[in-house]
C-alpha cells in the first residue's frame, strides 16, 4: 500500500503549480481516492511526454526537450541553469541544474538521467483501441508507447524537481537532471554527446538512471532491484552462398537450406554459464524469495557453476537464463533473389548479448565452432568495449534499502545485471557510479516495452514518484557535522 505522500506543496502554491501544467486533483480508479498536487503534476508531464511523438527513426525529442524546458521556466528555473542542444536540430537533449548550497567542499551532483527517445510505434501493431502516442489509463495500467521505456522515469524525474523547487529544497549538492537523445540506437546519442562535449554540465558524483525495477509476484512486491551493469550488444551476420541456378533444376547444396541448418545448430547453442560480482549478488539475494524449485537451483549454481541439472531448471526462464550467460539469438532473415531462381545468397542476423567482460572475437569463435561448416561465412566481430561495473556504494544501497523498507517492508534490495542497454555507460567508462534505481514495480511476466500495448501499472507509476522524491533526498539532504 502507497503511504500518504508528504505533504511537499503549500496552498499558496497551487495556483503557480496550475501554470506549470499541474491542474487540480484529479481521481485515479487505480488509487480509488484525488491524487495529490504532486501525483497530479507527474501524470500530467506524463502525459504530455507520451502524446509527443519521438520516435527514434522517424521523429526527433527536440519538441519533448522544448516542452519540458517551458515547465522549468515556468517554475522559474534561470536560462543559465538550463542547456538545449544535440547534434542536429531534431535531435536536442535537455540538461537543468538545481542549485544546491554551493560551497568548495559541496560533493558533485547527483544526476537523474532518462532518455526522450522511443522505438518505433505503429498504431495498425496496437489494440484498435488503443494509439500508441495516446495515454490511456484503463483497469490500472496506463497504455501508450514509452509508459515502461522510458518517459515514467522521465515524468517522474522532471516532477520530481519542479518539487523540490516549489517545496524551497536546498539540497547539500546541485541536482543535475539529463533528457536525452537516442538512448535506443538513433543517429546522435545524446548522453554520449553530452559527455563528450559538455562534460561540466553532466559531471556528477552519482547518477540514476533507468534500468533498476522493482518485481511483482501478483500484486505483492517481491523485491527492488538496482542495476550495476549490464550486457555489451553486438551482432553478427551469417551468410551462406550458391551459385544458384534455375528453380526447376535443383540442386542438394541450396543457400536457404545450407542456412537454415546453420541456424538449427545455433539455436541449440548454449554459452557457458559466467558469474560475476553482480550476477552473484542478484542470485543470492533472489533465492530466499523465489520458489523453492527456483531457489535451490541458484544456490546450487552459486556453489558450482558447471551444475547442468541447477543450469536446466534455470534455463526455463528466459530472464534467468539471460543472466547466467552471452546469448545470441537470430533477429532477421533475408535470402533468394526470385520466385523462379535458386538462391545465391541467404543471410541471417544474429544480436549478441555479451557478458560484461567477454571478448566479442570469442563469442564469434563459438559461433563459427557451432555451425561447424566452413562454407558459411560469419561477419568480423564488432568492436565493443567491456562494460565496466559499478560497484554499489555503501550510501546508495543504505539509502536505496531504507527508502524500500519504509515503503514496502522488508523485501531484499538485489544488485542486477540488465541484459539489454543503457546510457549510463559514458559514465562508468569515466568510473563514475551510475546505477539503475526506479522504484516502479513491474510483472516481470508482463514486461511490454518496445512491444505491442505497452503498459505500466498506475500505482506503479505513483510508488516510483515516492519512491524518487524519498531516494534524491536522502541523497542529498544536507549533513549536520558534529
Keep these: 500500500m502507497l503511504r500518504p505522500m508528504r505533504r511537499l506543496f503549500r496552498p499558496a502554491t497551487l495556483t503557480a503549480l496550475a501554470a506549470l501544467g499541474g491542474g487540480w486533483p484529479a481521481v485515479t480508479a487505480a488509487q480509488g481516492r484525488p491524487l495529490t498536487p504532486t501525483q497530479q503534476l507527474a501524470r500530467e508531464v506524463y502525459q504530455e511526454l507520451i502524446e509527443l511523438n519521438t520516435s527514434t527513426n522517424t521523429s526527433g525529442t527536440t519538441i519533448a526537450a522544448q516542452a519540458m524546458a517551458r515547465r522549468f521556466r515556468a517554475a522559474g528555473f534561470a536560462e543559465s541553469d538550463m542547456f538545449i542542444g544535440g547534434v542536429r536540430e531534431d535531435k536536442h537533449n535537455l540538461v537543468v541544474r538545481y542549485r544546491g548550497r554551493g560551497g568548495p567542499n559541496a560533493p558533485k551532483p547527483v544526476l537523474l538521467l532518462a532518455h526522450l527517445d522511443v522505438v518505433e510505434a505503429l498504431k495498425s501493431d496496437w489494440s484498435p483501441d488503443l494509439d500508441p502516442f495516446k495515454l490511456v489509463e484503463r483497469d490500472g495500467y496506463f ?25 524551497g529544497y536546498v539540497p547539500d549538492r546541485d541536482i543535475v537532471l539529463a533528457l536525452t537523445a537516442d538512448e535506443e540506437g538513433g543517429c546522435c546519442n545524446g548522453a554520449r554527446w553530452l559527455v563528450q562535449n559538455h ?23 517481491l523485491s527492488n532491484t538496482i542495476e550495476a551493469t549490464q550486457k555489451v550488444f553486438g551482432g553478427f551476420t551469417i551468410t551462406a552462398k550458391n551459385p544458384g541456378g534455375h528453380s526447376s533444376l535443383p540442386r542438394p547444396d541450396n543457400a536457404i537450406y545450407q542456412l537454415a541448418a546453420a541456424l538449427m545448430k545455433l539455436s541449440t547453442h548454449k554459452f557457458p554459464v559466467e ?3 553482480v550476477t552473484r549478488a542478484y542470485l543470492e539475494r533472489t533465492a530466499p524469495v523465489e520458489t523453492a524449485e527456483i531457489g535451490n537451483a541458484m544456490r546450487a549454481i552459486l556453489r558450482n557453476p558447471a551444475d547442468a541439472r541447477a543450469e536446466a531448471v534455470l534455463a526455463k526462464e528466459p530472464m534467468y537464463n539471460s543472466i547466467m550467460r552471452t546469448t545470441c539469438v537470430a533477429t532477421m532473415l533475408k535470402g533468394g533473389h526470385a520466385q523462379n531462381a535458386l538462391p545465391q545468397t541467404a543471410e541471417v542476423y544474429v544480436n549478441c ?13 563459438a559461433l563459427v565452432k557451432a555451425i561447424g561448416d566452413s562454407s558459411i561465412e560469419v561477419s568480423a566481430a564488432p568492436t565493443r568495449d567491456p562494460r565496466p561495473v559499478a560497484p554499489v556504494t555503501k550510501d546508495v544501497m543504505e539509502a536505496v534499502e531504507a527508502v524500500t523498507k519504509e515503503m514496502w517492508g522488508n523485501i531484499p534490495v538485489i544488485p542486477m545485471m540488465m541484459t539489454g542497454a543503457t546510457d549510463a555507460i559514458p559514465w562508468r567508462a569515466l568510473g563514475i557510479p551510475a546505477y539503475g534505481v526506479s522504484g516502479i ?13 505497452e503498459r505500466l501499472p498506475v500505482k506503479s507509476f505513483y510508488d516510483g514518484l515516492e519512491f524518487t522524491d ?8 544536507p549533513r549536520v557535522v558534529p
Excluded at 202 to 214: I, P, R, W
Design 199 to 221: 562534460r561540466s554540465w553532466v559531471d556528477a558524483s552519482v547518477v540514476l538512471n533507468e534500468g533498476g525495477f522493482g518485481y511483482l509476484k501478483g500484486d505483492k512486491p
Design 353 to 365: 548479448r555479451m557478458l560484461p567482460d567477454a571478448r566479442p572475437a570469442d563469442v564469434r569463435a
Design 470 to 477: 524519498r531516494l534524491v533526498r536522502r541523497l542529498t539532504t
Design 441 to 453: 514495480m513491474i510483472d516481470p511476466n508482463d514486461l511490454r516495452a518496445h512491444g505491442r500495448d
Design 143 to 167: 497504455y501508450g508507447r514509452g509508459t515502461t521505456d522510458d518517459k515514467a522515469q522521465g515524468a517522474i524525474f522532471v516532477a520530481t524537481v519542479l518539487k523540490m523547487k516549489q517545496d
Design 275 to 277: 558469474l560475476n560480482d
